[in-house]
């Protein structure tokens, strides 16, 4: 699927590309920035040990670090303008695979189990505008714009400018901007999404992000895993499980891909990724070891399928590394502290306490215990952030009545804020 050609011309600071089509633009994006920045390709080979270096040195890794996010809808069609339920099931999404509450954990093979975990980065729509009002944390932009494929810096940052057709940010220090529009070319997607590292991240090259306004990008049809619109950029329609989003907000904070576009010789800049020699081609083979590399105690471990920094399906990608995680906190405790500390965007910085749920695994009835003080609403919802029932805050009881083998998440809002756990499921005896 990969080596799909779209040949574009595209006249962009006034030269033609021929352009393959990938899922992430953002190494493609980067690389416009050579030109300016000479020996881009020999600093990265440099890079690996700085970004280890600053990986999660600070702060308790256990501290959740919400991000306030902002969602721009830009639509040239009815299509395009996307619901709110699949504005909200992005933001799910999102959460259950950054906080590892996502059902398909259970595919991770066995090899991978002691090197994943739970990154405690979760998301919210903001709630309070850059001017201090209330608001939805959703933006709604009609344009003229038929695709923003090569409108402004490569590929499509015209979407950023409200004089280009799209819509200036909100405040980037204080917001993870996501601009959701149309880039395709003659009608298939020629991107699925890019996104911008912090500027002056170790294991990126210096000048990475020049010229580019910090965001991430996502192609309106792969955006949320409830969308209606069909994937197809050349070979049948692909899954879409919102885990464009995951992967480019992993560029946002920091990662590369795992296969840190290059071979074997190439790094990503973090210790516990098995190296590659590419990327996967949308597919789930897990029979891949194209490199040998030296994971620790594990050894030389096979292509990781199951990464969000990979180019696999959605369906097999479930994951990411500890090292990985250290990373992407240490990005929030530095480069991108503005989000999570003193961020005037977040109403509310206080912790709220884990309540307990028990037995978990089950197959009859579930007691919640130690509610956080003014608990308001208990929700069950389905693994894809479908909500399934309210829950009565008196009884703190949820039954396993007409709920099938899986996984469920139960969210408990309070005055304290939000806190949600994932409840397993199993058939019964």
Request: with cysteine.
């Amino acid at each position: 699927m990969k080596n799909t050609l779209l040949l574009i011309a595209l006249f962009l600071t006034g030269a033609i590309y021929a352009q393959e089509f990938h899922r992430c633009a953002t190494h493609q994006a980067l690389l416009q920035q050579e030109e300016s920045n000479p020996g881009y390709m020999n600093q990265i080979n440099e890079t690996f040990e700085r970004a280890k270096a600053m990986s999660g040195l600070n702060g308790d890794r256990e501290e959740v670090y919400t991000i306030p996010v902002v969602v721009h809808i830009v639509y040239n069609t009815p299509e395009e303008n996307l619901h709110d339920s699949i504005i909200f099931n992005q933001i799910e999404s999102l959460n259950a695979d950054f906080r590892r509450m996502n059902a398909d954990t259970v595919n991770l093979r066995d090899t991978f189990q002691t090197i994943v975990g739970d990154s405690y980065i979760q998301f919210k729509l903001a709630e309070i505008d850059p001017d201090g009002n209330p608001t939805t944390g959703i933006t709604r932009t009609e344009t003229s714009v038929n695709s923003f494929f090569g409108v402004g810096t490569f590929p499509a940052d015209g979407v950023k400018y409200t004089s280009e057709g799209g819509i200036d940010p909100w405040n980037q220090d204080n917001y993870l901007n996501i601009w959701v529009c149309d880039m395709s070319f003659f009608d298939t997607p020629a991107v699925l999404g890019y996104a911008t590292p912090p500027d002056g991240l170790p294991n990126w090259p210096d000048g990475s992000v020049d010229g580019l306004e910090d965001g991430v990008v996502i192609q309106y049809q792969s955006f949320g895993s409830n969308n209606p619109n069909p994937l197809d950029v050349g070979g049948g329609p692909l899954d879409v499980l919102g885990r464009t989003a995951t992967h480019e907000v992993g560029h946002y904070l920091g990662l590369r891909h795992i296969w840190a576009d290059g071979g074997c010789t190439e790094e990503d800049g973090i210790d516990d990724t098995p190296n590659a020699v590419d990327q996967s081609e949308f597919d789930c083979d897990d029979t891949k070891n194209t490199c040998t590399d030296d994971i620790g105690e594990l050894g030389d471990l096979p292509d990781m399928i199951e990464n969000y920094m990979d180019y696999s399906a959605e369906s097999c990608q479930n994951s990411f590394t500890k090292g990985q995680v250290d990373l992407m906190r240490g990005v929030l405790e530095t480069e991108r502290i503005d989000l999570i500390q003193g961020n005037p965007a977040i109403v509310s910085e206080k912790s709220v306490a884990q309540f307990k749920m028990y037995p978990n695994p089950a197959n009859g009835m579930v007691t919640l215990n130690n509610l956080p003080e003014g608990t308001k609403q208990i929700e069950l919802y389905s693994e894809t952030g479908q909500l399934l029932r309210s829950i009565n805050t008196a009884s703190q009881k949820v039954t396993m009545d007409e709920l099938n083998v899986g996984f469920y998440l139960v969210s408990v809002q309070s005055t304290e804020g939000v806190s949600t756990q994932k409840l397993v499921v199993t058939a019964s005896n």
